[in-house]
Structure formats: C-alpha cells, structure tokens
C-alpha cells in the first residue's frame, strides 16, 4: 500500500457523460499530481495543485478540471467523455510542491462505452 | 516543454545478463531524473533517481548514469531476475520546487527470459 488512495479502482461510464475521480494523498503530503495513462499517449502528466492551488497544468482537456480541498483530497472531473478517454487516471502526491519523492496511487480504470 | 525518447521498446535478456535503457531529454533545465518499475495493472513506483549534480548513482543491482552534456540518462540492471519483468519508464523534470510534474519516455517492456 503506497498510503496514496484512488477511488473508484473501476469505472465504466457512457459516452457525453461526467465522473469525478478521488484521489487522497499520503498523511504529511500536501502536493497532488493528476497523470492519464493510455495505451498510445503512454502516462501524461495533467495537473498540479500544492495546499489547495493550482501549481502548473500539462496536457489537459479543457473538459477535465481539478480540485484541491482544505483536507488535501483532490478530485479530478472528466466532462463530456469520449471513448478516447478511456485510460488509467493515476494520482501522485509529494510533500513539497516539486517531483522529489513522488508516490503514486493505484489508479483508476475509466472504460468509456 | 520538455520531451523525453527512450530505448528501446522491447528489451528481451537472458536471466542473469545485465540490462540497459536509454533515455534522452531535451530541456537543459530540467535536473531531476527517476525511474519508475510498472507491473501489469500496477501503479508505477520509483525504483531510482538521479539529480543532475550527481553522475551516477547505484542501489544494489540498479544504477543509474547521467550525461549533462549530452542530455542523456541510462538504467543498468544487472544480474536480472524473473522479478524484473516489467515496463520500466524514464522521466525528466525540473524537480527540487518545479512545479510541473514529470515527462515520462514512452516506456522499455523488459522481458527476462529463464
């Protein structure tokens, strides 16, 4: 156990649909980085927030937004989805707001149909 | 942005013989380099990394080796083990307070043949 938590494990949902995926970090951890993982665009990184801000934003749709609550959990929503975002959403979290010591989650699997 | 190639795809060796991926980046700034092991279905998780005032690092039968100059980094596993079977990727990063996560190489599947 990486003590970084992803709910669901799972997820199948349809086309035009929204979900929102949960990720809490380690205890003591206070950034949290969202990555997809797909067969073709390998694991991209989407966001970023440290203590409740967004730090930096990488590849992500403008259908997907994130959020970073005062106890740390952050949230990643998925809008409008299309088959292509099908993938394993990976969360990771680190004390500081850099990449030392990064942890990852377990994922979450979406299966769009 | 920052884009990281790496080699090869498939890396097929005999149990025993010693393995090695390549990885090249193409921002001079980033100064962070992990290596991340991932098992099928499994989260990715660090096995070693490098800061770019360091030239190499080992931890048992991995090492790591960092070429500033020629912005490329390499993984070396030796002895392998059936348990290294995995897809190993390779990131960059400007680390140490970047706030804007790591770029990771396409990923190397390492098969250990017995």
């Known amino acids: 156990d990486s003590g970084v938590t992803q709910t669901p494990k799972h997820l199948i949902t349809a086309t035009g649909q929204r979900v929102t995926l949960r990720c809490s970090p380690r205890s003591g951890d206070l950034s949290v980085y969202w990555y997809q993982q797909s067969l073709d665009q390998g694991l991209q990184f989407l966001i970023h927030y440290y203590n409740g801000e967004e730090r930096a934003k990488g590849n992500i749709l403008e259908r997907f937004s994130a959020q970073q609550f005062p106890d740390l959990h952050s949230e990643l929503n998925l809008s409008s989805l299309e088959l292509g975002d099908s993938a394993l959403y990976f969360c990771a979290s680190s004390v500081v707001s850099g990449a030392y010591g990064y942890t990852f989650g377990s994922g979450t699997r979406l299966t769009v149909v | 942005g920052e884009n990281v190639e790496q080699h090869p795809s498939t890396l097929s060796v005999q149990e025993g013989d010693s393995a090695v991926i390549k990885c090249t980046y193409s921002?001079?700034?980033?100064?962070?380099f992990p290596w991340y092991k991932q098992e099928l279905g499994k989260r990715p998780q660090l096995i070693i990394d490098?800061?770019?005032?360091?030239g190499e690092k080992k931890d048992q039968r991995i090492a790591v080796t960092l070429n500033k100059t020629a912005k490329h980094f390499s993984l070396h596993i030796t002895e392998t083990q059936p348990e290294d079977s995995a897809v190993y990727f390779c990131?960059?990063?400007?680390?140490?307070?970047?706030?804007?996560?790591?770029?990771f190489g396409k990923g190397t599947h390492l098969i250990i043949q017995p």
């Open positions: 490098i800061r770019s005032n360091v």
């Open positions: 990131a960059a990063s400007l680390g140490g307070g970047g706030a804007d996560g790591l770029t």
């Open positions: 921002d001079s700034a980033s100064n962070y």
